[in-house]
């Protein structure tokens, strides 16, 4: 009689802590569903930026395509010139600068 009475509190003790782990513990049915949820944010953050990056991929692969783009990035960002014109900078002056 005692051996049963030990083994049903054994029994119950190991299900109290197998319940208080499932709803309280690091393994928790709550963040189960927080680190779902989490995930669910992160995918369409990931869709999002997979599109935009599609998106600068092929605006990318069109203007290394382009004679005219590669013409204009030339010109205006690296200041490069035809042999038979000449290259004028005009100094920018600020309103508010003292003479």
Known sequence: MLLVKFLNILVFTLLILALYNLFFGLDSKRN????????????????????????????IQSKQKNDEHAEK??????????????FLRFEEKKLNEPK
């Open 32 to 59: 189960f569903l927080a680190l779902q949820h989490e995930n669910k944010e992160l995918l369409l953050k990931n869709n999002t930026l997979a599109k935009e990056n599609n998106l600068l991929e092929t605006g």
């Open 73 to 86: 990035f030339a010109r205006e960002e690296l200041n490069l010139i035809y042999e038979d014109e000449h």
